[in-house]
């Protein structure tokens, strides 16, 4: 909205400020960052009032969890509260791919809460049917994949980059579509899986949508694609505004989410954060490069898949607990030691996929 303001400007003065998208950038992470601290703790307080007992706890998880019972759920509203103030203060809104991801954003972070909301007010852990959660999800995916292909430009309509080869182009063809889909709704329920442990989502969150952020400022300018031989999409540098907002939303979260844990993000927020991650990878076309970036999230579903694929067919685990968080849980690792360790290993990982922007 602020953007308007460059209406005012001669070219010389402080209003001409508010057309650079890095400008933008760090004001939507100082609002957001902001409107964390200001709104945590009176949030909180109402979601403790509310909920009486909180998040339940499941009976079969790691011992050390019955410790946080009674912590409220539904700190996500924090995080998406934060996001879209500073979103829609700092971006423009002519912008079809920053109303993309917070479309995602949004209606992800609906089926969240909803699902958060069963679980408080019934205190067992289902919540909403995983078949509906899933039909919604790929629902709000298949509006999602047809948008961003809408205004994608028309040599890469359909098609998959391939990170380091360069100026590859894979012709997806009608299969497109179901892929966007399965990258949207793959990251989002990745992510929700990531949600274990106090700060353990969070972070790794704000690391992979600051690394997609630098992404989106790239491919969206001219000069950067010709310089990184990476693919030309125009609009998604305004990504960048959303990318920052989230980093600040984070932040904020996190002084609140850090051991131990006065909120829980809750379904309402690793969904949204989820969703959002796979929204900007398909706008920029870097969706193979999230398997590298958010490669965390990726093990932890794959360790889920494959503990259950694996009792089915032979009644034994491969892992002591899934998702692989709570694998080394059991095996003794304090929840510091193995929400910092997983920290370094995005962090790590996020400096892989940047390098594939020059890699070629």
């Known amino acids: 909205m602020l953007y308007w303001l460059t209406a005012l400007s001669d070219g010389g003065d402080v209003f001409n400020l508010f057309r650079y998208i890095t400008f933008r950038a760090g004001g939507a992470f100082m609002t957001a960052l902001i409107f964390g601290f200001l709104f945590g703790k009176p949030l909180i307080n109402v979601l403790r009032k509310r909920q009486g007992k909180g998040q339940p706890i499941r009976d079969d998880g790691p011992e050390g969890h019955f410790s946080k019972a009674g912590t409220p759920t539904m700190g996500g509203l924090l995080i998406v509260g934060a996001l879209l103030t500073a979103t829609l203060l700092w971006a423009r809104w002519d912008n079809p791919f920053v109303w993309l991801v917070l479309f995602v954003t949004l209606a992800y972070g609906l089926i969240g809460f909803a699902d958060d909301y069963a679980k408080v007010s019934k205190q067992n852990t289902k919540g909403v049917p995983g078949k509906v959660r899933l039909m ?10 047809l948008w961003a292909a809408a205004y994608h430009p028309e040599p890469l309509q359909n098609q998959l980059a391939l990170p380091v080869f360069k100026d590859t182009l894979i012709n997806l063809g009608i299969f497109y579509v179901p892929f966007s889909i399965c990258v949207i709704v793959g990251a989002a ?38 310089y990184l031989d990476v693919h030309y999409v125009p609009g998604t540098g305004e990504i960048l ?31 949204a954060l989820g969703g959002a991650l796979g929204a900007i990878a ?38 002591l607990m899934a998702p692989i968080h709570h694998h080394y849980e059991k095996k003794g690792w304090a929840e510091p030691q193995i929400v910092i360790r997983f920290w370094i290993i995005s962090l790590i990982l996020a400096m892989i996929g940047l390098a594939t922007l020059k890699v070629r």
């Open 241 to 271: 505004i959303f990318t920052a907002a989230l980093f600040g939303a984070g932040l904020g979260f996190l002084w609140y989410n850090a051991p131990p844990a006065a909120v829980f993000m809750g379904d309402t927020g690793s969904l």
């Open 282 to 319: 398909v706008a920029t076309k870097h969706e193979l490069v999230l398997a590298i970036v958010g490669g965390l999230f990726v093990v932890e579903a794959l360790s889920v898949i494959i503990q259950v694929l694996y009792f089915k067919r032979t009644g034994k685990r491969v892992f």
């Open 189 to 226: 329920n990745a992510v929700n899986l990531t949600d274990g442990l106090d700060g353990l989502a969070i972070m790794p969150s704000m690391i992979a949508a600051g690394t997609l952020g630098v992404i989106a400022y790239a491919v969206g300018r001219v000069d950067f694609t010709e």
């Open 136 to 145: 919604l999800g790929v629902l709000i995916a298949v509006t999602a994949s």
